[in-house]
């Protein structure tokens, strides 16, 4: 079935250094969801990317969406420590459900 | 997101016992769904229901079973609870779409322990 796989599963960083997290799915996506959960909290939406190639930026976070639609990536510029938490990608299966990769969780040293 | 809201936040019960968990939300969203949380490996899908009358199994239902009682609430029942069932469990929900913007909208979390 379809799968969604996520690296790496831990990284931990000097606050002000860069941070990227990728997102490989086994089959070519429609879309794909970025989410963020703080320590203790819930999941929180933060984009979607739909079109090939797509590139999208948030303030320091910027989201990719690969040509082939079946890789993104989150890149970090500059970490913070709020930008502490795990980021997930999700992709849709059979157009109704979100299949979640693993997860990365950033933890990020002051 | 205090529109959807979960109860209990945090459950420590033994085998065999029978567990609700229960979930409302106030967004007027047709879809809700219930996930459950490991380290490791992510969210995963139990159950999820796209109106009252609909309801389908997720990629692990086995051992869980749900009621779509009105459009604002769907509770998530362990049967007979084991240790392996103790996870963070996640209710959520999102917009009818035709298109691909179906972003899903968390509660906080059950905490749940199986002694």
């Known amino acids: 079935g379809q799968q969604v796989m996520q690296i790496p599963q831990y990284q931990h960083v000097q606050e002000g250094e860069d941070f990227t997290t990728y997102c490989n799915s086994s089959?070519?996506?429609?879309?794909i969801q970025w989410y963020k959960q703080r320590p203790g909290g819930h999941p929180v939406f933060l984009i979607q990317?739909?079109?090939?190639?797509e590139v999208k930026k948030q303030k320091r976070l910027t989201f990719q969406f690969g040509e082939a639609k079946k890789n993104s990536s989150l890149h970090i510029t500059a970490t913070q420590t709020t930008d502490v938490g795990t980021y997930f990608c999700?992709?849709?299966?059979?157009?109704?459900?979100?299949?979640f990769g693993a997860g990365t969780i950033l933890r990020v040293k002051s | 997101d205090a529109d959807v809201t979960q109860t209990p936040r945090n459950r420590i019960t033994k085998t065999g016992k029978r567990i609700m968990l229960e979930c409302s939300q106030t967004?007027?969203?047709?879809?809700m769904y219930w996930y459950r949380q490991d380290p490791g490996l992510g969210l995963r899908l139990i159950y999820y229901?796209?109106?009252?009358?609909?309801?389908n199994k997720g990629e692990i239902s086995d051992g869980y079973s749900v009621s779509r009682q009105a459009q604002a609430k769907f509770s998530l029942s362990l049967e007979s609870a084991i240790p392996n069932q103790t996870a963070l469990y996640f209710c959520?929900?999102?917009?009818?779409?035709?298109?691909?913007?179906?972003?899903?909208?968390f509660g906080p979390g059950t905490r749940l322990t199986v002694l």
């Open positions: 959520a929900t999102s917009v009818q779409s035709t298109g691909p913007y179906n972003e899903q909208f």
């Open positions: 089959t070519t996506l429609s879309n």
């Open positions: 990317l739909v079109k090939s190639g």
């Open positions: 999700a992709g849709p299966k059979n157009g109704n459900k979100l299949v």
């Open positions: 967004k007027g969203h047709d879809r």
């Open positions: 229901s796209f109106d009252v009358k609909d309801i």
